[in-house]
């Protein structure tokens, strides 16, 4: 069974500094993973996505992730944090093949940049 | 505005009630999906169309969840005799055709029902 686990609820930082959201994922065969962002009163927006080829992935707005097979993780995160940056994040899943078209997505994580 | 559409934005109702949502995707996105999403949890895949085919559909959906997509552009997504424990964000997403499985989602504003 496609699972995904954000360990964190909350994540604060300082703005300026790095951050980090963390997602670790079970799936059978190869992982599909990616991140959304979700603003007050707005829809989910993508971010990036894995798929195969180099593990560190960039993605919108200065965000990055870390794929890491041996870990099942896939990690969120940006050299430096803004108060804009504040805001849910959510990671999803995929497995292939899967035998379903079903998208897993964690809890979320609440990211919140202090200035 | 070229995104994906809901409406109602807001739809609030008495327990026993019938509930239609629409949503309207990307224009050229033949992939559709449906999901819930309740306060602190992540969206759950409810439903998942292919142009006007409903290929999937959560187990965890009851028979009073319904779901269509007559042309392969709009989608409904009907909830009969509803109860409070459907009170919930509802979120529709579209996608492009091609690229397998791992073309990225555009998620709408979401129909927030209220069940009282």
């Known amino acids: 069974a496609q699972s995904v686990a954000q360990p964190e609820d909350q994540v604060n930082v300082a703005e300026g500094n790095p951050l980090t959201v963390k997602c670790t994922y079970s799936?059978?065969?190869?992982?599909?993973l990616f991140w959304y962002v979700q603003y007050p009163n707005r829809g989910l927006q993508f971010l990036l996505k894995y798929i195969t080829g180099d593990n560190l992935v960039k993605g919108s707005y200065g965000f990055e992730a870390e794929f890491n097979k041996s870990q099942t993780s896939f990690h969120l995160k940006k050299p430096s944090a803004l108060v804009s940056d504040s805001a849910l994040y959510f990671c999803a899943v995929r497995g292939d093949p899967s035998g379903t078209y079903k998208y897993i997505f964690g809890t979320g994580t609440r990211l919140k940049v202090l200035a | 505005d070229t995104g994906v559409s809901q409406d109602p934005r807001h739809k609030i109702t008495k327990r026993g009630q019938n509930v239609t949502f629409r949503c309207d995707p990307i224009s050229e996105h033949n992939r559709l999906y449906w999901y819930r999403q309740t306060l602190g949890q992540g969206p759950e895949f409810l439903t998942y169309f292919q142009n006007e085919a409903q290929l999937e559909k959560s187990r965890l959906l009851s028979d009073r969840f319904s779901a269509e997509r007559p042309k392969g552009s709009f989608s409904t997504l009907e909830i009969q005799r509803t109860e409070q424990g459907d009170s919930a964000m509802y979120l529709c997403?579209?996608?492009?055709?091609?690229?397998?499985?791992?073309?990225?989602?555009?998620f709408g504003p979401g129909t927030r029902l209220t069940v009282l």
């Open positions: 799936v059978s065969g190869n992982p599909y």
């Open positions: 997403a579209s996608s492009p055709r091609g690229g397998g499985a791992y073309n990225e989602q555009f």
